[in-house]
């Protein structure tokens, strides 16, 4: 039965080819624009995650205060008020995983013919693990390095890529960072762009100590810009943040009425902003291509009305040789669900080929997932059915005698 109502729709529907395929351009361009808007929208939310990934978990960065000179009003890290004494008891606190000070820099690196200018970043051993950074080639230095202010220093990628000759092994080597000797112990595993659109990898770790001392220099003796501090846990933040400046303020002498002389930043509220925002992007797009998909369906009821109207003769005819209400019901939504799905498997080769397509003309990321394209094929066959079902209903409700006298 069902075979045999397959046939007769495919028959009703090859019987105008032309009308068929007008009808289901709407439809496969529904499903093509949903495909491909979800696959950019999905992209760019990997892009972000992968992002705030490669940041660490549980994060918080405290900055250096602000200074005023002159009338002129410095932003944050323009006075050094945090010390490697302050990290040093900023450890100490409950929920505090790992505390990793920082006293950034640019420098010029220098290895054989070659140069390099880069960012050195003057820290300790911890910012492995508050970054989730891999060693991947080497070993990371230790705390017996910052005590003695060594000159031992480990490469991200891009520094490799530069300062090196293709498939040179970097570990071992010795640079030059402002004319100072430096032994390379380790390589930095990738981490890609931050969320600024930072190249991560083009960096170089070395000692605080060493920084301070042997490459930048320092009035202040033990001074950082900044730390990183990882909490044990997301639960664990609030009291973390809380803990932190109460204990600042005690070290750094503030009263109740004074500013702070540092400030305090929750990186892992600000990535989940970002993912947040590019979630409900992703689905904005998603929700403006279904709009197609409703003009699709709205033209395949359209050219179904006019199916039952050229056919009526027909259905008198089917009616008066005993084909049961349902039987015509079901032929016509047969009909409307056969447009649909066929419409919806070329809009999904239509959806797929052209994500291929962005991600070589543009270079952005897409992502496909197979979420995306059964959704699809449900909202086809909903969308059918739907508005199938008042031209289908239609026909089935013709009277044999009006229907066969139809001209």
């Known amino acids: 039965m069902i075979a045999a109502m397959l046939s007769e729709a495919w028959r009703a529907l090859g019987a105008n080819l032309m009308r068929t395929v007008l009808t289901m351009l709407g439809m496969i361009i529904g499903v093509g624009a949903v495909i491909l808007m979800l696959a950019i929208g999905q992209g760019t939310q990997f892009v ?3 992002s705030i990934e490669s940041m660490g978990s549980n994060l918080f960065i405290v900055l250096s205060g602000s200074t005023t000179s002159g009338g002129l009003r410095m932003g944050s890290g323009a006075t050094p008020t945090l010390t490697l004494a302050d990290a040093d008891a900023i450890s100490e606190l409950n929920g505090v995983a790992y505390v990793a000070p920082s006293a950034p820099g640019v420098a010029q690196l220098m290895y054989g013919s070659n140069n390099w200018s880069t960012s050195v970043l003057g820290t ?22 910052v005590r003695s202010a060594t000159r031992v220093a480990l ?25 100072s000797p430096f032994l390379v112990v380790g390589v ?48 664990a933040m609030p009291v973390v943040e809380k803990s932190m400046t ?25 990535a989940e902003t970002a993912a947040t925002a590019t979630k409900v992007m992703s689905l904005m797009l998603g929700a403006i291509a279904s709009i197609s998909l409703l003009v699709g369906g709205i033209g395949i009821m359209n050219i179904m009305l006019v199916s039952v109207t050229e056919r009526t003769r027909e259905i008198g005819v089917r009616v008066a ?80 005698i009006e229907a066969l006298r139809y001209e």
């Open 188 to 235: 930095l595993g990738p981490k890609g762009q931050s969320l600024d659109g930072r190249d991560q990898d083009d960096t170089v770790l070395v000692p605080v100590t060493t920084a301070q001392r042997k490459i930048f220099g320092t009035q202040f003796q033990g001074a950082v810009r900044y730390m990183m501090v990882q909490a044990v846990s997301a639960a």
């Open 48 to 50: 972000v995650n992968q």
């Open 155 to 179: 490469l991200g990628r891009t520094v490799v890529q530069n300062l090196f000759n293709q498939g040179e092994y970097p570990v071992g080597k010795t640079i030059r960072i402002r004319q």
């Open 246 to 270: 109460q204990l600042l303020h005690q070290r750094h002498h503030i009263q109740e009425k004074m500013d702070d002389d540092f400030s305090v930043r929750n990186l892992t509220a600000l």
């Open 321 to 400: 040789l005993g084909a049961r209400r349902r039987d015509i019901l079901a032929q016509f939504l047969l009909e409307a669900i056969m447009l649909s799905v066929i419409g919806c498997l070329v809009g999904v080769g239509l959806g797929v080929g052209g994500s291929a397509l962005v991600n070589k003309l543009t270079g952005m990321t897409v992502v496909i997932t197979g979420d995306s394209i059964v959704l699809s094929f449900i909202v086809a066959a909903g969308v059918g059915v739907f508005f199938g079902w008042y031209p289908a209903n239609k026909a089935a409700s013709l009277e044999p």
């Open 124 to 145: 300790t051993p911890s910012i492995i693990a508050v970054r989730d950074w891999k060693v991947v080639s080497g070993y990371p230095f230790g705390e017996s390095d």
